[in-house]
């Protein structure tokens, strides 16, 4: 979907690096979420946020933080990188509540040596 | 933990066959949608599916849930090539926080 856009869209990188993923939105959306995708796990909500000042943690927020700088964007940050971080992160929106259809960006496919 | 548990795992059918896929979750929950990923690619909206609905079609799918049994269905009719995908359910809860809780998947893959 290229309403939402995801950069960079793979990074390699070493243990203990600081990492900035960030994703913008053309759709209007309020609502943005991070996920992470492990094979086999499905899906796992890491951070969402409702508006620009409304951040709320997901089920593994641990090692992450996020940033809501404007309506469009949500960025997601890995303070010091480790190696079971090596996932397929995705970026969501959508536009009002839990009735409503989230919508994906292709994800950014992160390795961590 | 994961909220909706797809079945099965993975699936192989042959093209124009119709394909089946479960999902089971635990809590009480207001919605439960399906999402098609292809390889690759981000997660693509297919159909919701109400908590007071029974059953829903949009083109080639039918989705079935059954609040007493906590289970869905996706039902993809004469299966394509294109359909090859991994499908996930999620859900919505009444309670907690307003966020959806997605499944393992299923692998579908259609032979030509």
Partial sequence: ?????????????????RIMLECSQTKGHDRMYWYRQ??????????YSFDVKDINKGEISDGYSVSRQAQAKFSLSLESAI?????LY??????????????FGDGTRLSIL | SQQGEEDPQALSIQEGENATMNCSYKTSINNLQWYRQNSGRGLVHLILIRSNEREKHSGRLRVTLDTSKKSSSLLITASRAADTASYFCATGSVQGAQKLVFGQGTRLTINP
């Fill in chain 1, 90 to 103: 995705f970026c969501a929106t959508s536009l009002g509540g839990l009735s409503q259809p989230q919508h």
């Fill in chain 1, 1 to 17: 979907d290229a309403d939402v856009t995801q950069t960079p869209r793979n990074r390699i990188t070493k243990t203990g690096k």
């Fill in chain 1, 38 to 47: 492990d094979p086999g796990l499905g899906l796992r909500l890491i951070y």
């Fill in chain 1, 83 to 87: 190696p079971n971080q090596t996932a």
